[in-house]
């Protein structure tokens, strides 16, 4: 996650991170090692002027530089310092906003082949939108996304994001190359987009950079650079350190339609790829309720809890299950009895009320707390009972499960039984499949644990995201093709359907 020191409210709206010089120098060294030569550089957000120095001093192939910066201050201090450069190609500083720039003509009327370099602003929709801040696109329709609801969170992109993939298309049919720093998942997100709408990458490399370093964030980060031919020639993009640029250490890539990790592993693993959505067996996230301090407590003793407020209480247990939070899961601490969830209802749906009678106790104490229960945002409480949570089915009462968090740079699965003679719930940094036994939750969890099962998540994983592990990389996982592969035989009985 990006952490911003000391930024004012300007510097986060325009996501300013200035490059230092020697990263620049260095980007621009590395450009040159690759075969770039282009004859203009465009760098669409420029700064200080950090990259457009470094490719005046480097490539003395450029006859054409366009420079774009939005700040005044920046726009007059890179004027004057870019006069004091020796060598000067035709240079066309502008003080303009990305957003309302003609980039499709601008860049088919520069001398090719075109270099676009730079590294654009550090901050997403959803950023600018806690700060009401408007360095956004106007009437975008942003990858299905219109730009209110992006302004709004509701389609959080990266700024970065949305600039790449404009400049990219504003470049294709040119012979063109990108070269940007910008976070690993803005990157990855970038290549995808261009490798699902066909875009013509001839070559794509990603070149990891120390971004506390050089900018003082914890993010992973990197250089991106791929280049643009007529036809698309590659859907493989190889990874190095930028320190060491000739040592590849992964590739990812484009396969069946969506972004993998280790394009290589993955073609071990393909046989692995589930073709349907198992309907038994069918991964569940654990429970929604967006209000830990009310909705979990701490157990004092058989009868008293104490919530995140450090309230002391006595509720019923009928609504009350043991729980364990994802770094439990992780660290396979199982449940004790020491957490416990407030569980309000069987399903999303199911009318909250007759709380009062079974339970009132507890119903008075959400009802004390119902303003902070209200104010919860997600629209997935919209419409429905007060004090309604998500995430819960037949699945979440279930007497055994298998659960990984998806928060942890490690896989682990953990069986988890009942505590007592209530089921345990999960937090929803947690995924979960349910069983009616043990025995089939222990067989399950076997395949999971399995070599094989760790090469096909290895394959689709990329760790240093937010959170690596998803319900959609582990649903791709054909547990039955798995159990005949490890020899296994399929621990579950046709009996327990119903629990889907
Ligand atoms: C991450 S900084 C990098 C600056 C420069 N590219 C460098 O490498 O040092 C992003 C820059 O984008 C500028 N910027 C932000 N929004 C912009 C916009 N809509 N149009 C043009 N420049 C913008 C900021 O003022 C800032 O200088």
Redesign the pocket.
């Known amino acids: 996650m990006m952490i911003m020191p000391k930024k004012d409210r300007r510097q986060i709206e ?6 230092p010089e020697v990263l ?1 120098a260095q980007v621009v060294a590395l450009l040159k090692q690759c075969g770039i030569k282009p004859a203009s550089v465009v ?6 002027g ?2 457009i120095a470094a490719a005046m001093r480097g490539f003395d192939t450029a006859r054409q530089v366009i420079g ?4 005044p201050e ?1 726009f007059a201090q890179t004027s004057t310092r870019l006069s004091q450069e020796p060598r000067r190609p035709l240079l066309d500083l502008r003080r ?4 309302s720039f003609d980039w499709p003509s601008v860049i088919r009327g520069l001398p090719q082949p075109v270099l676009l370099l ?5 901050v997403t929709s959803s950023g600018l939108g806690a700060i009401r801040g408007t ?1 956004l696109p106007e009437k975008s329709n942003f990858q299905g996304h219109r730009g209110l609801d992006a302004v709004t969170g509701k389609g959080n992109f990266d ?1 970065a994001e949305w600039m790449l993939i404009k400049l990219l298309e504003a470049a294709s049919g040119t012979r063109a190359s990108l070269a940007m ?1 910008v976070k690993t998942s803005v990157a990855r997100r970038v290549l995808a987009h261009a490798w699902r709408s066909r875009m013509p990458l001839k070559r794509a490399a990603l070149y990891m950079i120390d971004a506390a370093e050089h900018f003082g964030v914890s993010a992973s980060a990197c250089l991106l650079l791929c280049s643009l031919a007529e036809t698309p020639r590659t859907a493989e993009c190889d990874l190095f350190n930028l320190d060491d640029p000739t040592v590849a250490i992964g590739t990812l890539g484009f396969r069946d339609g969506k972004l993998v990790a280790d394009a290589r592993a993955y073609d071990r693993v393909r046989h692995l790829i589930a073709e349907n959505t198992d309907a038994e067996l069918r991964w569940r996230s654990g429970v929604k309720h967006d209000c830990s301090t009310v909705m979990e407590l701490s157990r004092l003793d058989q009868e008293t809890f104490k919530n995140g407020r450090g309230e002391v209480l006595r509720l019923e247990t009928d609504y009350l299950f043991p729980m364990m939070k994802g770094s439990d899961v992780a660290r396979r601490r199982i449940a004790e009895g020491k957490r416990w969830m407030i569980v309000p209802q069987r399903s999303t749906s199911e009318d909250t009320s007759s709380m009062r009678e079974r339970a009132p106790r507890t119903w008075e104490y959400l009802n004390r707390h119902g303003e902070a229960l209200d104010k919860r945002g997600s629209s997935v409480y919209r419409n429905r009972p007060r004090f309604a949570v998500f995430g819960i089915g037949p699945y979440t009462f279930a007497p055994w499960k298998v659960a990984v968090c998806g928060l942890y740079k490690r896989l682990e699965f953990a069986v988890v039984g009942s505590y007592g003679k209530k089921p345990v719930v999960f937090d929803d940094t947690t995924y979960q499949l349910s069983f009616d036994s043990e025995a089939q939750a222990r067989g399950v969890n076997d395949l999971l644990n399995s070599e094989p099962a760790r090469d096909f998540f290895n394959a689709l994983t990329f760790w240093d995201a937010k959170r690596p592990i998803t319900i959609d990389v582990l649903a791709r996982l054909d547990l039955r093709v798995l159990a005949t592969e490890c020899g296994q035989e399929w621990p579950l009985s046709e009996a327990r359907l119903k629990m889907a």
């Open positions: 325009f996501g300013d991170f200035q490059t620049a760098e669409p957000t420029c700064g200080l950090a990259f774009l910066e939005i700040n920046y303009a906003d990305f957003f730079g590294n654009p602003p550090w360095n700024i720093l």
